[in-house]
């Protein structure tokens, strides 16, 4: 009794004396728990996470296969949202054994997806920790999910992107991983995943982007498939934007060095193995006619706002109702037939009037709302949509932005005074651009010098050597970043300010992207990201309802008012009967555009807008096999097919009946300084001796030290070259003012054999045809369209 009551007592005075202890430390010492707290709060918690993981691992089932099996088809609607456009979204799946996959593709999609997947057990602590660690980073938002979580997300769960589906996954993968084989969980996976061309499963995959088995892949294209797991719409390098097309293939080439690394594939037979182009994409049941083209432009711009995924669109069920309006969309379709289907003859002319393709869009300035477009004749016969297509060049179109960005570039023309729509240059062709970054020298359409005129008027008459010199003298920085603010997209091929032909149109944007940089013209400098869905939502079989949130559709400020309504006043003046848009004047309503016809003819084009519509209409022919661009030389029996001929025809066909009933608007422009006159070439047959307006301007912001180039006088043409009038105004277009004009200035050419001079008289009583020559009553193969020339880019520079 003793013994205890002594070993109690020591005890209780150690505890005492560490109690002292403690309280002789400092406050900041004695505020920290003691070791014996610490490992027993540690080990509280790691008993208590083991706990939870076994019990949740236990009471988280493994569920049935989601209802994806027997998914919705997807419902289009016209803006009126009772009009039906299609329905789509039937399942394209057939399953296959993973023995009918080649075991290469097998391999491709471990190395793309997944490359510890035969040695994780269903997750992958470190691939996850990695991708937040790099999300947190900054290096982007990345995923660590294994191809198990992958595949339990699609086969029995959904693609909600919460904490309870994620932590749902990683236990179900666990289970998955113990009760099914790594063959298992990979032939799943590929049964289950969606591929883009609305191919869900590997076998769906090889017939949409190869029309073969799944058995019969090779090494290459069953890697090809394997990166687009991916990005799957994105990747599709026959509908990429070249920007994704680089993407895509970045990523082949990674999944098959990835095939090295882990020693599916030898060092000698990856550096054999070349990229295998995909077939071209075929049409989907139930798209035919329009259809098809309007569908690819509403699920685009679902996809590429952020509204929603792919995968999770073409699950099907949705409700989803488009800005198209279905009487304009049939508008479209008519002038089309009308104006140019309709003068085609494939069998008297096959080589000519064979492949010739359209593209156009339609949209509201205002609003930014996409009311009509025309991708193609007939999406089943021929699935390309054209509206979206990126790999045409825009042309003299482009004139537009480069005007634009002189008049807000502060910059002067050579004379010391700022760039103003009456800035007068040199129109002289093939007058060599002077300050660019590289050299430059484009003919004017049929070699016609017009001597020094106003930026005004080589609008008007599409003047080459003038806008290629104003770009330049404007900044071609500034040009690129006036156009991209307007809506022009900075990733397209040929807006590069390192090439001085960038200001004559050798940008390849979409008609669509073209509506809408136009569009921000007509709304006064105010531009929309053009929109083409306006609701989309889905029922689902527990009877919730999902609504994605669609963005707000706020403008951006890309010019000021000022600068803006005097392009727009400029463009006016191109319909005219002077001007190269003449056609336009049919429609008989305040319009203006810019029509474009580029390099060896192979594309021709018409923006332009009134004050409540703007739309944009391009021709091009196409080999429907190699996909190589042809010239549109010959088409409908003529020589040579311009911006001003079918494009503008069709243009006005369209807006004549999307207008039709409508209340006619005038253009409310508040131009400022400068922007009323229209005066024409001055002079006789040699230049005046004025200094030269052109500049030695770099594609840089800063204002350019101009020094006036010597130059010897040009020889006098054969015919005298008078004063030019001003061109007949269009509708609303003011008459010129006497303001005074800047002074002329001479050509910078040597001198050289003489060219045709460009030679008009004071409009008469009944306007003379728009071009300078007279319209044949009809049209052999070497006759001109009953249209006006239009300048046109003559390539890169050498």
Not at 395 to 423: C, M, V, Y
């Amino acid at each position: 009794m003793t013994l205890r009551a002594d070993h109690s007592t020591r005890r209780s005075a150690r505890r005492a004396a560490r109690r002292e202890a403690r309280r002789a430390k400092p406050l900041w010492r004695r505020l920290l728990p003691t070791w014996r707290v610490t490992l027993g709060a540690l080990t509280a918690t790691l008993l208590l996470a083991v706990g939870s993981f076994a019990v949740l691992y236990l009471i988280v089932p493994v569920p049935d296969a989601n209802a994806h099996a027997v998914a919705q088809n997807n419902i289009y609607l016209y803006a009126d949202g009772t009009t039906e456009i299609a329905r789509t979204g039937a399942v394209n799946r057939t399953d296959v054994t993973i023995d009918q996959i080649p075991l290469d593709t097998r391999h491709a999609v471990v190395s793309a997806e997944d490359r510890t997947f035969y040695r994780n057990g269903g997750i992958d602590l470190k691939g996850m920790v990695r991708a937040g660690w790099n999300t947190l980073t900054g290096l982007g938002t990345q995923g660590g999910s294994t191809i198990t979580q992958q595949y339990v997300k699609n086969y029995y769960l959904t693609q909600d992107q919460t904490i309870e589906r994620k932590g749902r996954e990683l236990f179900i993968a666990l289970k998955v991983d113990q009760q099914r084989s790594k063959d298992q969980i990979l032939a799943g996976y590929l049964n289950s995943s969606y591929f883009g061309r609305g191919a869900y499963g590997i076998q769906s995959a090889a017939h949409a982007y190869y029309g073969t088995d799944v058995s019969r892949l090779t090494l290459p294209q069953g890697a090809y498939l394997a990166a687009l797991l991916q990005a799957p719409s994105a990747y599709d390098v026959k509908t990429a934007t070249p920007a994704n097309r680089e993407k895509a293939v970045a990523r082949w080439n990674y999944t098959l060095d990835g095939m090295v690394q882990l020693g599916f594939l030898s060092p000698a037979d990856r550096a054999a193995t070349t990229f295998p182009d995909p077939i071209d994409p075929q049409p989907a049941t139930g798209l035919k006619g329009q259809s098809g083209y309007l569908v690819g432009v509403a699920d685009d711009y679902l996809v590429s706002a952020g509204i929603i995924d792919a995968a999770t669109l073409k699950s099907g069920g949705w409700r989803i109702i488009t800005t198209f309006d279905k009487p304009r969309q049939d508008a479209f379709v008519q002038a089309v037939q009308q104006e140019l289907t309709a003068e085609l003859d494939p069998v008297a002319r096959p080589a000519t009037d064979t492949d010739v393709r359209v593209a156009g869009a339609s949209v509201e300035p205002a609003t930014g709302r996409v009311v009509a477009v025309y991708g193609g004749p007939d999406y089943a016969k021929q699935p390309y949509n054209d509206v979206l297509r990126q790999d045409n060049q825009i042309g003299s179109t482009f004139k537009a932005f480069d005007l634009a960005a002189g008049l807000t570039s502060g910059r002067s023309s050579g004379d010391g005074r700022p760039i103003t729509t009456e800035t007068r240059y040199d129109g002289t062709s093939e007058r060599p651009v002077t300050g660019g970054p590289t050299p430059y020298a484009p003919p004017n359409e049929d070699g016609i010098d017009y001597g020094s005129i106003t930026l005004r008027y080589a609008m008007v008459k599409s003047v080459n050597s003038v806008y290629a010199q104003e770009g330049v003298d404007a900044g071609l920085a500034h040009v690129r970043d006036t156009a991209v603010r307007l809506g022009i997209p900075d990733n397209v091929p040929g807006m590069d300010p390192a090439n001085t032909s960038m200001t004559l149109g050798t940008a390849t944007p979409s008609a669509l992207n073209l509506a809408g940089a136009y569009a921000g013209l007509a709304n006064h400098g105010q531009t929309y990201a053009p929109w083409s869905v306006g609701k989309l939502e889905r029922v689902n079989s527990g009877g919730a309802i999902d609504v994605p949130k669609m963005p707000e559709h706020v403008p951006t400020s890309a010019l000021d008012r000022g600068a803006a309504d005097a392009v727009t006043d400029v463009l006016r003046d191109v319909v005219s009967t002077r001007g190269t848009g003449a056609a336009a004047l049919d429609l008989g309503r305040p319009a203006a555009g810019k029509t474009g016809t580029t390099d060896s003819n192979l594309s021709a084009w018409f923006a332009g807008f009134t004050p409540e519509l703007a739309t944009t209409v391009g021709l091009f022919r196409e080999n429907p096999k190699t996909h190589a661009k042809e010239p549109l030389s010959g088409t409908a029996g003529y020589e040579r097919i311009n911006g001003g001929a079918f494009p503008t025809r069709i243009w006005t066909a369209y807006m004549a009946d999307a207008l039709d009933g409508t209340d006619v608007q005038r253009f409310d422009l508040q131009t400022g300084r400068g922007t009323t006159q229209t005066g024409g070439p001055t002079g006789s047959g040699s230049p005046s001796p004025s200094p030269s307006p052109s500049a030695t301007a770099t594609a840089t912001t800063t204002a350019p030290t101009h020094t006036p180039t010597p130059s010897a006088p040009a020889p006098p043409s054969p015919s005298s070259r008078p004063t030019e009038t001003a061109p007949a105004p269009s509708p609303e277009a003011p008459a010129p003012t006497g303001t005074p004009e800047q002074p002329p200035a001479p050509t910078n050419r040597p001198t050289a054999p003489p060219r045709p001079t460009h030679t008009p008289t004071a409009p008469p009583s009944t306007p003379p045809p728009a071009d300078d020559t007279s319209t044949p009553p009809t049209r052999p193969a070497t006759a001109q369209p009953p249209a006006p020339a239009d300048g046109h880019p003559a390539g890169q520079a050498p």
